[in-house]
């Protein structure tokens, strides 16, 4: 069965510095990898997925995430955050086989400060 | 254009009553999904279509029966509810089952059962 570990619940950064969103997996085959990002009282949005090919995938509004298949990991990056970046942020994961069932993380709160 | 709709938004009964939720989607998908997001901010899915055939049943009570009538809707009927369905229902959509497709969610459903 996949998991998807998010080990912090909340991430506070200044604005203007750079950001990371940590992601772990766990999965039987080849992963597919995803990130989404909520804001209040709204749906899921789809910001970037890694498929195949390149580690380094870019997706929406400046966001970036790095595939490492040693260490299971696809942590989220930004390299300059800014106040309206603060939202729920989730990270999820299927696998070949899977039928897209995703298995999402637990969500990591940015909060982005003046 | 709203890509993912879903009626109501929100939605407050009384335990024991039956309730519906309705999701259409305009992107021309073939698959469509169900979710529900607990307080925790937990997103877990219930339920996913492929062209009005159900092809993920996760471990959910059968109170709970998704229906299809066609492949741009999929609604979610609730019988006898509980205080434990209160949560926030998301509905969404992919264009294929392909484990790899991107999956866009609805503004979600704010059910409360008192």
């Known amino acids: 069965a996949q998991s998807v570990a998010q080990p912090e619940d909340q991430v506070n950064v200044a604005e203007g510095n750079p950001l990371t969103v940590k992601c772990t997996y766990s999965?039987?085959?080849?992963?597919?990898l995803f990130w989404y990002v909520q804001y209040p009282n709204r749906g899921l949005q789809f910001l970037l997925k890694?498929?195949?090919?390149?580690?380094l995938v870019k997706g929406s509004y400046g966001f970036e995430a790095e595939f490492n298949k040693s260490q299971t990991s696809f942590h989220l990056k930004k390299p300059s955050a800014l106040v309206s970046d603060s939202a729920l942020y989730f990270c999820?994961?299927?696998?070949?086989?899977?039928?897209?069932?995703?298995?999402f993380g637990t969500g990591t709160q940015l909060k982005v400060e003046l | 254009d709203t890509a993912v709709s879903q009626t109501p938004k929100y939605l407050v009964t009384q335990m024991g009553n039956d309730k519906s939720i309705k999701c259409e989607q305009n992107?021309?998908?073939?698959?469509m999904y169900w979710y529900k997001q607990d307080s925790k901010k937990f997103l877990k899915i219930m339920f996913s279509?492929?062209?009005?055939?159900?092809?993920i049943n996760e471990t959910v009570p059968n109170r709970f029966s998704p229906k299809s009538p066609d492949k741009a809707h999929l609604n979610l009927h609730i019988n006898s509810l509980e205080l434990g369905d209160s949560a926030v229902y998301f509905c969404?959509?992919?264009?294929?089952?392909?484990?790899?497709?991107?999956?866009?969610f609805g503004p979600g459903t704010r059910l409360t059962v008192l």
């Open positions: 969404a959509s992919s264009q294929l089952t392909g484990d790899t497709d991107t999956q866009y």
């Open positions: 999965v039987s085959g080849n992963p597919y």
């Open positions: 890694y498929i195949t090919g390149d580690n």
């Open positions: 999820a994961v299927g696998f070949t086989g899977g039928g897209n069932k995703l298995t």
């Open positions: 992107l021309g998908h073939d698959t």
């Open positions: 279509y492929n062209n009005k055939e159900l092809i």
